[in-house]
């Protein structure tokens, strides 16, 4: 599983990314500060599950959300914020979830368990 995280404050970068390394401690994060640089890493790297800060400076979450969308209709988008206010707005994004801050691993693990978009984990098929 290849999870994207993305909050302009590091600190808080910080906790989102140990509490999904808690959550899913077998997935790749890759974190970012910086919007356009989450952006072109996914236009390379195809991924998951996108968590994203909705208020940063410059280009906001929704604005990421829609992008990543283009990209991977199937991405699940799970927003992180501090703000109530802007859940009427994601929600028309279709999101996967939704995050208060602060982020815990408990609500990391919900938002996973309950995904629009399940992860389907390919089988090996070994020979007998």
């Given at each position: 599983?290849?999870?994207?995280?993305?909050?302009?404050?590091?600190?808080?970068?910080?906790?989102?990314?140990?509490?999904?390394?808690?959550?899913?401690?077998?997935?790749?994060?890759?974190?970012?500060?910086?919007?356009?640089?989450?952006?072109v890493f996914a236009?390379?790297?195809?991924?998951?599950?996108?968590?994203?800060?909705?208020?940063?400076?410059?280009?906001?979450?929704?604005?990421?959300?829609?992008q990543l969308k283009d990209l991977n209709p199937k991405i699940n988008i799970i927003f992180v914020t501090a703000h109530s206010q802007y859940a009427i707005e994601a929600l028309k994004l279709h999101p996967s979830g939704y995050i208060l801050k602060p982020v815990m691993k408990e609500s990391v693990e919900r938002e996973i368990e309950n995904l629009r978009y399940p992860i389907v984990v390919p089988t090996l098929n070994l020979p007998n």
């Open positions: 599983m290849k999870i994207l995280a993305i909050d302009d404050s590091r600190r808080a970068l910080v906790l989102l990314t140990n509490s999904i390394a808690e959550a899913q401690p077998q997935a790749q994060v890759f974190s970012f500060t910086k919007p356009m640089e989450l952006i236009q390379k790297t195809p991924c998951d599950i996108a968590f994203l800060d909705i208020q940063m400076g410059g280009m906001n979450g929704l604005e990421v959300a829609k």
